[in-house]
Each structure stands twice: as structure tokens, then as C-alpha cells.
């Protein structure tokens, strides 16, 4: 059944099961590929398997001509936990200044309703592909993030360094979807037509320059292990079998190798659907998570102009070069460590050379 976001303020045992099923390929026939990708048809082959009782919630995070994107993380975790808020505020929604598809789809909200996720997407360059990892790197707030912005009044560094450090802090910091589960199908083509007989690639002209045989992994689906691991760090569950790899379309053309030639492939299809089926039974075995302490449903932000205004004199300070006495910036800079002090931030640093 389609999802009724209201469900979601019902009583745990009184709602549908949820569940969010992500389409991470890149690829949409709206723009430049101008085919859609396999995960898409995958997507949707899921849908129609899981049980039509539960709310199966679904999205493609391909790039559609003009389309906002996910914003990257500005790792705030690394100045302090405290500072990385759940949900992320380092952007908003129907931001005119910097867009981000993360707020503007509401994912925060919806990977909070769904009981469990599924996470569909190619390996690319032994990895995943970079909307995926960019998603995943705004769900880090899912992993102890602040829950009350209110305590480093929005976004002030300073303050957030400090609670990192109190009794308070050990209160608010817990993982915020912990109890859900999470599954990943990847699947990929192992460089199609692209490798010779030994594995390196035929159109390379110093093949002395690395052995194939010390490829990162043997196992393809570790392409996808640091957002496997993001998950379990998280308490969300990773179970071993709802984790696959599958190659598809190996010693064959890209172009022989779409959607419409994958759906004819039975091996590849059958292992899809033995997966689909997995997910259903573990959830369906598994039960209804119960909601975090702290939910970004129905999340409102807590910012007041106040809040604007103080990091407003704060980033000018910086700017000039007299940072709060104390802060990390101040010491950075007193011992000639930080050479950032100026009026133009979006200057690079090549062109501060020219």
C-alpha cells in the first residue's frame, strides 16, 4: 500500500509495517545517460513483492536534470558529537542559498517512519555510488547525533565542544534508529569488455604498474561495507544474507547491459528475488520497531534569529582574524597551523596562490 505519513503518530502496534526501499543508482533517462538504471526496475520488482499490506515507500536518488542534490556532510562530528544534530541543521528545506535534497524529500523523516530499508544500488569503482555515500554521510546525526540544537544555540562550536564533555551529553547522545534493519542488493558488471585475460584493462599502456591479483577485494559486496558498517555502528541491523553482491553483464558491452537485458537474465533475476524475500521474511519475523526517544517526524527547527545573529559576529571575527580566545581556531593560530583568516571564504586556495 502507498504511505500514509500519519501513520507514523499512531501507536506502534495500531500502524502498517513501513518499509523504505531506495533506488541509489546515479543514472536517470532524464538526463545526460538518457536511459534509467537497473536499480530503478529492481526498485520497483521489490514493491510488487513485499507484502501490499505494509506501507512500501519508495525513492530514486538518480539525477534528474536541474534536480537539487544531497548537500555533503561538513563532518561536524569531527569539531564535536554535539555539534552534528539529528536530524542534520546544517541545511534546511526549500533552501534558496543551498538547496539539498536530503531535506527536501524528507528522507530524515522517512528512514525515521520505516521499520526497515532496503538499498539498492551498483558498485562503482569499488565503491558505492556517490549519492549513496553523500546520503550516508548525512545520516551519520542517526549515529549519537544532538537532539536538542537548542543546547549549542544552533550551530555555536564552542558551545558544542563544551557539552561534549558533561553528564548532560550522556544523556541526549543515543542512536536514533537504533532497531531497524537495513539490507543492500549491489550489483555490478566486474569492467565488462573492458578487461583482458589477466584482468588488467585492455587500453592500458603500463600494465607494470600494478598487479591485478591485489585487487582491494575479492568480494564485491565489501564495496558497499562502509555503509554496512555505518548501519551496525548504529544499532541499526545488518543481518549477513540480506547483504548481497550479484555481477551482471560481465564480458559485455555497457550498452548490452540495461534493464531490458538484465530482466532476462534468471540468475541474476532469481537471486534478486530470493533477497526481496529474505527482507520480507526477516522483517515480517522481526516485528514493528518501536520510535526513538527523539524522531525526526514531525521534526520542527528550533532556530531563533538570536541564534543567526551570534554566529553571524562569530564567523566575522574569524574573518578578520581575532577567533574567540580559547577556541580550537585561536590555538590553530597561534601556532601557525591555520592560514585562514579572510573576508572572501569561497576563494580556493590555488586561486589565493594566483
Not at 542559498?97 to 525515521?112: K, Q, T
Not at 551519520?140 to 549549542?152: H, Q, R, S
Not at 565542544?161 to 543515543?174: G, I
Request: glycine share 6%; hydrophobic share 35%.
Amino acid at each position: 500500500m502507498k504511505p500514509n505519513d500519519a501513520n507514523a503518530a499512531l501507536p506502534t502496534a495500531q500502524r502498517p509495517f513501513r518499509v523504505l526501499v531506495i533506488s541509489g543508482s546515479q543514472r536517470r533517462q532524464y538526463n545526460c545517460p538518457g536511459v534509467d538504471p537497473k536499480s530503478r526496475m529492481f526498485m520497483f520488482r521489490m514493491a510488487e513483492r513485499l507484502p501490499q499490506e505494509w506501507e512500501i515507500d519508495l525513492e530514486d536518488l538518480g539525477n534528474v536534470y536541474a534536480r537539487h542534490q544531497i548537500q555533503s556532510c561538513n563532518a561536524c562530528v569531527s569539531t564535536s558529537m554535539a555539534l552534528c544534530t539529528w536530524p542534520c541543521n546544517c541545511y534546511t528545506k526549500k533552501s534558496s542559498m543551498e538547496p539539498d535534497l536530503m531535506w527536501d524529500l524528507d528522507l530524515y523523516a522517512r528512514f525515521d517512519m520505516a521499520d526497515a530499508w532496503a538499498i539498492i544500488g551498483p558498485v562503482n569503482w569499488y565503491a558505492p555510488t556517490s549519492n549513496l555515500k553523500k546520503m550516508f554521510d548525512r545520516m551519520v546525526c542517526m549515529n549519537g547525533g544532538n537532539p536538542k540544537e537548542e543546547t549549542i544555540k544552533h550551530k555555536d562550536p564552542e558551545l558544542a565542544m563544551a557539552l561534549e564533555h558533561t553528564e548532560e551529553w550522556k544523556e541526549m547522545s543515543v542512536n536514533h534508529l537504533e532497531g531497524r534493519t537495513a539490507a543492500f542488493f549491489n550489483y555490478g558488471d566486474d569492467g565488462g569488455v573492458e578487461l583482458d585475460a589477466a584482468g588488467r584493462p585492455k587500453i592500458l599502456r603500463h600494465p607494470e604498474y600494478f598487479d591485478p591479483a591485489q585487487e582491494p577485494f575479492t568480494d564485491m559486496r565489501q564495496a558497499y561495507a562502509p555503509l554496512v558498517w555505518q548501519c551496525r555502528y548504529g544499532g541499526v541491523e545488518v543481518p549477513d544474507p540480506l547483504w548481497t553482491y550479484v555481477d551482471s553483464g560481465k564480458d559485455q558491452h555497457y550498452s548490452d547491459n540495461q534493464a531490458e537485458h538484465v530482466v532476462k537474465d534468471d540468475r541474476v533475476m532469481n537471486a534478486f528475488d530470493a533477497w526481496s524475500d529474505r527482507f520480507a521474511a526477516f522483517v515480517a519475523a522481526k516485528g514493528k520497531v518501536p520510535p526513538g526517544k527523539y524522531r525526526a517526524y514531525g521534526h520542527e527547527p528550533n532556530v531563533t534569529w538570536m541564534d543567526h545573529a551570534r554566529l553571524g559576529v562569530r564567523d566575522m571575527r574569524m574573518s578578520l582574524g581575532i577567533p574567540r580566545s580559547g577556541s580550537s581556531p585561536a590555538i590553530q593560530q597561534e601556532q601557525d597551523l591555520n592560514h585562514d583568516a579572510t573576508l572572501r571564504h569561497k576563494r580556493g586556495e590555488g586561486e589565493k596562490l594566483r
